[in-house]
């Protein structure tokens, strides 16, 4: 028998043609079926979205929505609720922007402590030179 006639679906997100409809939970607020992949995506939004978790910082439990991804320049792991993130920011701005051991203002131009320095942030050339010579 032909398949004349055959009705196509098309996901009610991604507007693709769909051979297997997949059914939206109620929740999703989604009308009409979804395509296999839109499908795992909202499964996973709405997840996460009743998760909860722990700042990594100072340790309080929020919604995942509430809490923020760390800088990757930060280099940490984990979420950090509002506070702490604007505090990290904070610092992290001052750490840029100071020279690390005599607190001056940096210029364009920063040096990089050396890594066996075991110092994080940044210093001034007068700095980095006495460093230098203090430590090799
Ligand atoms: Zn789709
Ligand atoms: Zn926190
Ligand atoms: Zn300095």
Known sequence: MPLL???????A???KEIKHKHKPKSE??????????????QMRKFHELSLKQNCVTCG???????????????????????????????EYKNLKEYCKM????????????KSKWSMDGQLC????????????
């Open 102 to 113: 005599c607190g001056k203002k940096l210029g364009v131009i920063r040096y990089h402590p």
């Open 5 to 11: 006639g055959k009705k196509s679906y098309f996901c």
């Open 60 to 90: 309080v439990e929020k919604d995942v929505p509430d809490l923020w991804e760390p800088r990757y320049q930060w280099d940490m792991k984990g979420l950090l609720c509002k506070e702490c993130f604007d505090k990290k920011e904070g």
């Open 28 to 41: 999703w607020q989604v009308e009409g079926p979804l395509c296999g992949d839109c499908y795992v995506d």
């Open 13 to 15: 997100i991604c507007r």
């Open 125 to 136: 050339r007068e700095c980095w030179d006495s460093q230098k010579a203090k430590m090799g």
